[in-house]
């Protein structure tokens, strides 16, 4: 069946092979120099190390950005055959994201064509392909780097639930929104979307079961862990949502962040930051998609629940910020990554279909490319953030000689996950000082501190933070330079008090 289609549609095709292969190469080329690897990614592959080599297999995952509480254990299960794979190289699992990132724009071609048109899909998969914000958080392992696959998944399942009355769909939609909560609780957000889609064209409630069924199914780990610690994630959650400051209605934000939200959805993500690019993209976008989604009523099309499901991913998932009262980072928006790409590639082929329209369309495309290719990753210097991290673990091993150590950071807005990792699989994890109630004799406390800074000006002795006070009155024997980062050697005081 699929050679038939091949044969059938050979230019489709290599126009799509092109689109999928270029994709890779943005995502793939020399990932081990550009991916991200600070705290956040040295603490899951910290987790997963121990579920390999320990066998520690744990039923929590990350933390939340805000609010204190988990997500489920999901995206740690992903990585496990990356990182085993790459014998615990930190470079696995970003692969695994970036093969995630290359099916994403798979399924934005499959869903713009089923949607749309071919063209309309071929022009979407092919802009979402070279978006440099796409293209970062597609080449770094992190949780909410997976969202878009799943959400433009979730949206196809939906839209195949209605459109061909498939009900036993939803259980496998229920499964993939129990995966997807896993990796961000923005999901949320795409549930009301889908839940109001699913109630206005899909009225058989009996069968939403199904869903409930296969969602319990997919949010099972984090389930069980709750079961048998009393739902403390859920209490928090709770808190977080009724009583916490970044969520409530505001009246004066809530217009200027969903205008925000919308203009940054095109900004960020179609048009590489050019002003007045995003601003012709989002009203042309704008125009083009509600003409047509008013016109399909009227007519009574059946295109009218497709046109009904992607305003309502637009319009509830943009009104839906105007309820967060913090900043609003890029990776919030996973959720509608593919969603300002269909929008952009439907106004366009409309535009092309007019008298002229082809060579304004034309012109459209090429400002487009080129205002994306100037900001692709590979066009800057790699951030060798991995490299550095396994050098500077190396100069801490050589200065620990062996012996056992206790290890300090000082930093900025990083943890030390990354750097415990590399001496944790080295075989020399550092040991952790206990406060006096725990380990009253202070057998903790080992004869040398080895402390990383990664701020420009730099005074381990005396430094507040408990790894250091805990050590006690020091002295600092050696200092090393690794780029800007430096590493002292502390021992204990051994001079006499004045």
């Known amino acids: 069946m699929l050679f038939e289609w091949i044969k059938k549609n050979k230019i489709e095709f290599l126009i799509l092979l092109v689109i999928l292969l270029a994709a890779a190469f943005l995502r793939l080329y020399k990932i081990e120099g550009y991916m991200t690897f600070l705290g956040d990614e040295g603490r899951d592959v910290l987790v997963v190390k121990r579920i390999i080599i320990d066998h520690k297999l744990t039923l929590l995952g990350p933390t939340a950005s805000v609010g204190g509480f988990f997500l489920g254990p999901f995206y740690y299960y992903l990585m496990i055959p990356f990182l085993w794979a790459f014998r615990l190289n930190p470079v696995g699992p970003a692969v695994m994201v970036a093969l995630f990132g290359i099916a994403t724009v798979w399924l934005v071609y499959f869903t713009g064509r089923k949607f749309f048109d071919a063209k309309t899909g071929l022009l979407a998969a092919g802009l979402y392909a070279i978006s440099p914000l796409v293209i970062t958080y597609s080449h770094s392992s992190w949780n909410p780097n997976l969202m878009p696959f799943f959400c433009v998944l979730i949206i196809w399942l939906a839209w195949k639930i209605v459109t061909q009355d498939k009900p036993r769909w939803l259980f496998w939609l229920g499964v993939f929104f129990g995966l997807a909560i896993q990796l961000h609780y923005l999901t949320t957000f795409l549930m009301v979307i889908v839940g109001i889609y699913l109630f206005w064209f899909y009225r058989h409630f009996k069968d939403y079961f199904l869903a409930i069924a296969g969602f319990l199914v997919g949010w099972s780990p984090f389930i069980f862990f709750e079961l048998r610690h009393s739902f403390p994630n859920f209490r928090t959650l709770y808190q977080f949502l009724l009583y916490g400051d970044e969520t409530g209605l505001v009246v004066k934000n809530f217009a200027p962040t969903i205008a925000d939200v919308g203009l940054r959805l095109f900004n960020r993500l179609v048009t590489n930051n050019q002003l007045i690019l995003a601003w012709l993209t989002l009203i042309l976008s704008l125009s083009f998609f509600f003409s047509a989604w008013l016109k399909s009523k009227s007519s009574k099309s059946k295109d009218f629940s497709t046109y009904s499901l992607l305003g309502l991913w637009l319009v509830i998932g943009i009104f839906l910020f105007g309820f967060y009262q913090k900043g609003i980072y890029d990776y919030y928006f996973g959720f509608m990554f593919p969603l300002p790409f269909l929008l952009t590639a439907f106004a366009l082929e409309k535009i092309a279909q007019k008298r002229f329209g082809s060579w304004l369309a034309g012109g459209l495309i090429l ?44 930093t900025g807005q990083n943890s030390d996950h990354a750097y415990r990792y590399f001496l944790e699989i080295a075989g020399a994890k550092p040991v952790t000082i206990e406060n006096p109630q725990v380990d009253p004799e202070r057998k903790t406390v080992t004869d040398r501190l080895l402390v990383v800074c990664e701020v420009a000006d730099c005074q381990p002795l005396g430094h507040p933070l408990w790894e250091i006070a805990g050590f006690g009155r020091a002295e600092i024997v050696e200092q090393g330079d690794v780029s800007v980062h430096k590493i002292y050697k502390l021992k204990h005081w051994e001079g006499k008090d004045e």
């Open 367 to 410: 400002w487009l490319v080129g205002v994306n290719f100037k900001g692709v990753p590979f066009r800057y210097p790699p951030n060798r953030q991995l490299d550095q991290t396994k050098q500077i673990a190396r100069l801490i091993l050589e200065k620990a000689e062996g012996n056992p150590f206790n290890f300090a950071l000082i």
